[in-house]
């Protein structure tokens, strides 16, 4: 975060200073307040590629055997670019290395799922899922009881993820 906010200083000195260069090459002759809002313009611009390109740099950075599952767009009125072209986020990763299969129960297994949110810390879940009859669940808090199923159907994203796990996991 603080690397962006330098980038974004940068970029607003570097705007203003690009309009300093043309008015001496134009002799004089553009107006004074167009280096504060090239400096202006620059600054938004540099914010608005950093924000749209987090999803981008986050998911690429993912290691090996990680599956994008769900990605969340937002729309914000205080960013009304995003109504023409919203931007992702936060989306949820499943890690296929920690995929393990059920051994009483065909079909269920358990896998990581990483929440990555922009600005937010990186949160890890376990979710149990059942792959032949399209639900999801939490398991249980270590207290032994059951977990509670919630019906996802076969089109959720993160079912899909966790089942259609390339061959060797689980």
Request: charged share 20%; proline share 6%; glycine share 10%.
């Amino acid at each position: 975060m603080f690397l962006e906010l330098i980038a974004v200083f940068v970029a607003g000195f570097a705007g203003a200073g690009a309009i300093m260069l043309l008015n001496k090459v134009f002799g004089g002759r553009l107006p004074r307040w167009l280096a504060p809002v090239a400096a202006g313009v620059a600054m938004i611009a540099t914010t608005i590629s950093s924000e749209y390109g987090w999803y981008g740099r986050t998911a690429e950075a993912l290691p090996e055997g990680f599956t994008v599952a769900s990605v969340h767009e937002a729309r914000a009125f205080y960013r009304p670019w995003t109504y023409a072209a919203p931007m992702v986020d936060r989306f949820i990763a499943v890690d296929h290395g920690t995929r393990r299969a059920n051994s009483e129960t065909e079909g269920l297994y358990i896998a990581d799922l990483y929440f990555f949110a922009r600005w937010q810390p990186v949160q890890s879940v376990e979710m149990m899922v059942d792959c032949v009859n399209h639900r999801r669940a939490d398991p249980a808090g270590g207290d032994g009881g059951d977990p509670v199923w919630r019906e996802a159907g076969a089109d959720d994203p993160i079912v899909e993820a966790v089942c259609d796990a390339p061959e060797g996991t689980a």
